[in-house]
């Protein structure tokens, strides 16, 4: 009877002791990295939404730009096609897809950008003006967003890679994967400083 209460009272003195020391945080990280990636997405939703709007208006000034409004439109469908679902961030080459996507939406509104300062009044109309003050902030918050992912996967890498959250990831939870979808730049020459000159 002494040696069943002992083993009870040791099995629970290391259950108290187990909650403690970090055993849960491998889960916790990994629903903010899934949290983070959330918000990613409805960044781009956003964004995704804003276009179509920004599209029409251009539209009704510049209607000899159709090949630029078209890359618009067909690179916001694009990414509209590939709509992530919940194991996105589980599958690399789905979200370098995704992402390589996102990039060419980016690229089409930069070109969208362009065709519109040939045009003094549609800079000057009231819907576009709030139309593209609503993209320039929508483009700061996936920025915001990605960062947020970025440093949620650094969290819960650094934890699985770490005493002793390396021990409870491999007791406990080894299904669980580290994660290597970091954001790379997608413009060549990205890491150089543009010549600017008049």
Not at 11 to 29: A, D, E, M, Q, W
Not at 102 to 122: H, N, W
Request: proline fraction near 3%; aromatic fraction near 8%.
């Amino acid at each position: 009877m002494s040696k069943r209460f002992c083993t009870q009272v040791l099995l629970l003195v290391s259950i108290l002791l187990l909650s403690g020391c970090g055993i849960n945080n491998i889960p916790t990280y990994d629903e903010q990295v899934k949290s983070a990636w959330s918000q990613v997405e409805n960044q781009y939703q956003r964004r995704a939404d804003l276009i179509p709007n920004l599209v029409e208006t251009v539209k009704a000034y510049a209607a000899h730009e159709k090949d630029t409004l078209m890359a618009v439109v067909e690179a916001r469908s694009k990414v509209g096609g590939l709509q992530a679902s919940g194991d996105l961030i589980n599958n690399p080459e789905k979200l370098k897809q995704f992402e390589e996507a996102q990039a060419t939406l980016s690229g089409a509104l930069q070109r969208l950008m362009v065709v519109v300062e040939r045009y003094p009044d549609l800079k000057s109309n009231q819907n576009f003006l709030a139309l593209q003050s609503q993209l320039e902030g929508t483009e700061n918050r996936i920025s915001v967003a990605r960062r947020d992912y970025i440093e949620a996967i650094k969290l819960y890498n650094t934890e699985i890679r770490t005493f002793p959250g390396r021990i409870w990831h491999q007791w406990l939870y080894n299904e669980m994967k580290i994660r290597e979808s970091y954001y790379t730049a997608t413009a060549e020459k990205a890491d150089e400083v543009p010549k600017v000159s008049f």
